[in-house]
Each structure stands twice: as structure tokens, then as C-alpha cells.
């Protein structure tokens, strides 16, 4: 169980590591010339990948209190 869970907590990671990475060339391109129609466009792909990364943080801290909840019902010694 323990290292489907830690599979689980990377492949999070993992994504959320894309989607900044895509949020910080947004950025990029909203910090240059402005373009009628694509600064729109790169506004609006902003605040979606923001609210992405959010819901990968949510995902990650659930992941985190659920494997913490095993733990606290797991005997001493047993295999998670």
C-alpha cells in the first residue's frame, strides 16, 4: 500500500511540476508585448493553470492526511 501511495504523491508532484512550469511561460509571454486577443487568451490560460496547481495542493494535503490516518490505525510493526 505504502508504495502505491508514494506512486500516487509523485505522479501528483509530477503534474503540478508541469503546470507551474506552463504557468511561468505564461507569464512570460504576459510580461511582453501586448497582443490583442492572446493577452486575453494567456490571461485566461493563467488562471487556469493557477487553479489547477491549487487543486493539486488540495490533492497532495489529502494524500498526506490519509496515509497519516493509516498510520495512526496500522499495529505497530505492520506493513502499509
Given at each position: ?10 505522479a ?6 508541469k ?11 504576459l510580461g ?28 497532495l494535503?489529502?494524500e ?12 505497530p510493526?505492520?506493513?502499509?
Amino acid at each position: 500500500m505504502a508504495k502505491e501511495h508514494k506512486e500516487h504523491v509523485e505522479a501528483i508532484a509530477a503534474a503540478r511540476n508541469k503546470l507551474v512550469e506552463q504557468r511561468r511561460q505564461i507569464i512570460g509571454a504576459l510580461g511582453g508585448e501586448i497582443k490583442p486577443g492572446e493577452t486575453q487568451e494567456n490571461m485566461r490560460k493563467l488562471v487556469d493553470y493557477q487553479a489547477a496547481i491549487y487543486a493539486l495542493d488540495d490533492a497532495l494535503a489529502d494524500e498526506h492526511r490519509m496515509l497519516e490516518q493509516r498510520e495512526r490505525k496500522s499495529p505497530p510493526g505492520a506493513v502499509l
